[in-house]
């Protein structure tokens, strides 16, 4: 099993950034894909971006451009610039193990607690 804790989250003004962490520990030792999702209040839970084993990523149409998934040693990142209000949700990190993820909750069976990311216009 993997545990996941995300980190970074906060209240930011149009057109500002933020950077998302997320610790992974456990067998991290194994070949997993992560990524990122958000959910909004009354709103179903959404990919935003996903890395496979080898780093290749693929983000949702509404953040190309602006948003960047990375990975560090046990360490999932996304960059988040040029946020707008309709970004607000409490963001999600997730994981699997397996080598090639996309952006479907069903793919993932470990997640992380959440950190909520506010954009005020």
């Known amino acids: 099993q993997v545990q996941l804790v995300e980190s970074g989250g906060g209240s930011v003004q149009a057109g500002g950034s933020l950077r998302l962490s997320c610790a992974a520990s456990?067998?991290?030792?194994?070949?997993?894909?992560m990524g990122w999702f958000r959910q909004a209040p009354g709103k179903e839970r959404e990919g935003v971006a996903a890395?496979?084993?080898?780093?290749s990523t693929s983000y949702a149409d509404s953040v190309k451009g602006r948003f960047t998934i990375s990975k560090g040693k046990n360490t999932l990142y996304l960059l988040m610039n040029s946020l707008k209000p309709e970004d607000t949700a409490m963001y999600y990190c997730?994981?699997?193990?397996?080598?090639?993820?996309?952006?479907?909750?069903?793919?993932?069976?470990?997640w992380g607690q959440g950190t909520q990311v506010t954009v005020s216009s």
């Open positions: 997730a994981a699997d193990y397996r080598f090639h993820c996309g952006l479907v909750v069903g793919e993932f069976g470990y």
């Open positions: 890395i496979d084993s080898d780093g």
């Open positions: 456990g067998n991290t030792y194994r070949t997993y894909c």
